[in-house]
Nanobody
Framework: QVQLAESGGGLVQTGGSLRLSCVLS????????MGWFRQAPGKDREFVAA????????SYSEAVKGRFTASGDNDKNAGYLQMDSLKPEDTAVYYC?????????????????????WGQGTQVTVSS
């Protein structure tokens, strides 16, 4: 049974930084496609970034490109989201997610429906 656990959220001022972590347990994680999503109150879950635990090029939404960096550490079964230059509109619950459906992931990594496993989420609040 694959489980994901996020941590690292909190309250930060505009322009500040936070680093989220996502630790995976169960399964053979180096094969997993990974993603970060966020959901603000009253809004749909939104794609933030896609990455692999084993490294390589990450993909980002236009809203966070140039400010956020997603990465993975295969040895630690962990993924990270470094968030810099935070804005109030970044306020949301952030989730990490994973999937073994490689072909779906290659074309559909921006869609929450592609992912089979989700963490419980961590709250990020950016004050103005």
């Amino acid at each position: 049974q694959v489980q994901l656990a996020e941590s690292g959220g909190g309250l930060v001022q505009t322009g500040g930084s936070l680093r989220l972590s996502c630790v995976l347990s169960g399964g053979t994680h180096q094969r997993y496609g990974m993603g970060w999503f966020r959901q603000a109150p009253g809004k749909d879950r939104e794609f933030v970034a896609a990455f692999r635990l084993r490294g390589g090029t990450a993909s980002y939404s236009e809203a966070v490109k140039g400010r956020f960096t997603a990465s993975g550490d295969n040895d630690k079964n962990a993924g990270y989201l470094q968030m810099d230059s935070l804005k109030p509109e970044d306020t949301a619950v952030y989730y990490c997610a994973s999937t073994l459906r490689t072909s779906d992931y290659l074309t559909g990594f921006r869609s929450p429906r592609t992912y089979d496993y989700w963490g419980q989420g961590t709250q990020v609040t950016v004050s103005s």
